[in-house]
């Protein structure tokens, strides 16, 4: 009979080296039924996207079974243990991935981890609003039951040849799934919505840096562009420039979508100025910021794996100097979280005045949401409180950012995820702003600029992808109001990057045109010739959109970037000019001030 010394077989451990491997299955599954259904349907090729999934993902199946199985055979204990240990991590890292997939539409890139993953308590705002809504509660039950799984792997301790050689079984049946059914991959443009995790997180392009000489050769190129300088009669009244979370063409009925979520803004459009094709440069609130106020395309630094604030740290160029240099007060006002990515701290050094945020007196006792901000509707009251009381003989720039609308989408006034309402609402809040600028005689002197700070972080629609392609990616709706001459609808292409030399230029100081850089603000709007995106599927990728409806697609890669599509009219130029920027990126002795020569 069994001693104190004799070791009783687990009773539980077989159950759990089952568990984890059904429970990646189902995860799978869920997974190529989201890819399927979002990316299908924009596509018009449902069913084309379950087994391309699957396959990708079955060979992190075979390594997780592989492991479990080596580990219920293996007499060594430390080494089972950290086979177990490393199939609970790949499995929490895969749901990770999906769970990220589920509620911002992005994928879990590494890299992003680490630049994200030290903001815990904003990180965690974001978590919190999709647990806490009515839906939330699905979405806890399938996270403890994952995590729950991984730490009870670590416990599984005892062996069990029989189960080992089942498991190996699966292992080697899910590497033949995934060889028959990768050897027919998916002809698709963003087929890296069927890679799994680690795939994604394969080395990078963009981590290539250029060789002196080429870089040298680019340079010279750049210099020869041509630019068009000069100075207008100058504007002296006060500027708004008021990015919105998430607002996206697909929202407007006016910009050629069948939905209505933004009709309260389409009617201000009417009443004054908006154009039809303006986009985002990025893909990100952050990558806004740098292309809005810092005046620079986000382009990816050549050899970093992370893109941030402090790569944008010069304030030649940005609003706060436009600001400055023309006699204005500059300020900024959120109602999220600065310290979230050294957001406030980059402010500061680029010469704000003013830095409104979560933390400022107004906001006390209400209700917070993402990024521990009160609603939009709150944003707005602190604004014209400040608004009342300044001096108001002295012009300003402002900067407005909301937040009510960031995933995952929730209606602050029912509390619940509900996307078309939680739009409405923001829409709703925009409309009640402008009146009330308007009621106090803003709008006879000032310019109110209302634009999106990047596309939702959602798949494509058939709509958007069939009527616009690529250039669905970054469309987001631009209004311009108030005491401006300009017309009243504009159709050619813009993007973020021209709105500080426009404000540049509307308030007299000396801005230049270039074929990278436009100015609307104006009777006779000049466009730039190439607009920039970065694509968020495809951190590899740049997109540059050229005449009316042209999309090529730029690879990073050292000295060997390039268009691996179509490339557009002067393509040699329009490469130097990426290569220059993602170069001076990479050198903090380098930045806008250098970049400013160029526009």
């Known amino acids: 009979m069994p001693t104190r010394f004799t070791r009783r077989p687990s009773r539980f451990a077989p159950i759990v080296l089952v568990l984890a491997p059904l429970v990646f299955v189902a995860l799978s599954l869920f997974r190529a039924w989201r890819v399927d259904t979002e990316v299908g349907t924009y596509t018009s090729c449902r069913g084309c996207f379950w087994l391309p999934t699957l396959g990708h993902d079955a060979w992190l199946l075979a390594v997780i079974l592989g492991a479990l199985a080596i580990s219920a055979l293996v007499r060594w204990r430390w080494l089972a243990f950290v086979l177990r240990l490393g199939a609970g991590v790949l499995l929490l890292v895969y749901a990770s991935d999906l769970a990220l997939d589920a509620l911002l539409s992005t994928r879990l890139h590494f890299g992003d981890v680490l630049r994200f993953g030290k903001h815990v308590d904003a990180d965690y ?167 809005v106020i810092g005046a620079q395309p986000p382009l990816a630094p050549a050899g970093k794996l992370l893109i941030g604030f402090d790569d944008y740290a010069d304030p030649a160029g940005t609003l706060p100097d436009v600001a400055h240099r023309s006699g204005r007060e500059a300020a900024f006002f959120t109602t999220g979280d600065t310290g979230f990515l050294d957001l406030g701290a980059w402010l500061h050094q680029i010469g704000y005045d003013v830095i409104g945020n979560s933390k400022d007196a107004f906001y006390d006792g209400m209700k917070r949401w993402q990024f521990s901000a009160a609603e939009d509707k709150a944003l707005y009251g602190r604004f014209l409180d400040w608004l009342d009381q300044r001096d108001a003989s002295k012009p300003f720039l402002a900067t407005m950012l909301t937040v009510s609308t960031h995933p995952p989408y929730v209606d602050p006034r029912s509390n619940t995820i509900d996307p078309e309402n939680a739009f409405k609402y923001v829409d709703g809040e925009i409309a009640r702003f402008y009146r009330e600028l308007k009621q106090r005689g803003f709008l006879d002197h000032g310019v109110l600029i209302v634009l999106g700070d990047h596309r939702t972080m959602t798949p494509l629609h058939e709509e958007e992808f069939s009527n616009w392609g690529d250039r669905a990616f970054s469309r987001v709706p631009f209004v311009v109001a108030g005491a401006v001459d300009m017309p009243k609808v504009i159709d050619a292409a813009f993007q973020q990057t021209d709105i500080a030399p426009s404000i540049a230029d509307f308030v007299g100081l000396e801005s230049c045109t270039s074929a990278f850089v436009g100015h609307f603000l104006r ?77």
């Open 125 to 291: 705002s974001v978590v919190r609003a999709a647990l806490l809504s009515a839906q939330g509660w699905w979405r806890s039950a399938v996270l403890a039951i994952v995590v729950a799984i991984a730490i009870a792997l670590l416990f599984a301790r005892s062996r069990h040849p029989k189960l080992s050689r089942y498991l190996a079984a699966g292992a080697v049946a899910s590497l033949v799934f995934c060889v028959v059914v990768l050897s027919r991959p998916v002809r698709y443009v963003n087929q890296i919505y069927t890679w799994n995790v680690v795939e994604t997180n394969l080395p990078q392009g963009r981590m290539k840096t250029f060789s002196p000489a080429f870089i040298a050769e680019q340079r010279r190129r750049v210099d020869a562009i041509p630019k068009q300088c000069g100075t207008s009669p100058a504007f002296d009244g006060s500027v708004i420039v008021l990015l919105v979370e998430s607002l996206s063409a697909w929202h407007s009925k006016l910009l050629g979508s069948s939905r209505d979520w933004t009709p309260e803004l389409d009617a201000i459009a009417r009443d004054n100025h908006y154009f039809t094709n303006f986009h985002a440069n990025g893909f990100t609130t952050s990558t806004a910021e740098i292309s």
């Open 523 to 599: 009777a006779d709007p000049k466009a730039p010739d190439y607009v920039l995106h970065v694509r968020g599927d495809d951190r590899d990728r740049l997109d540059v959109y050229y005449g009316s409806d042209g999309v090529a697609a730029f690879r990073y890669n050292g000295d060997a970037s390039g268009f691996s599509t179509a490339p557009p009219p002067n393509a040699d130029e329009v490469s130097a000019w990426i290569d220059v920027h993602r170069d001076r990126r990479s050198d903090p002795k380098l930045g806008a001030s250098a970049d400013a020569e160029q526009h």
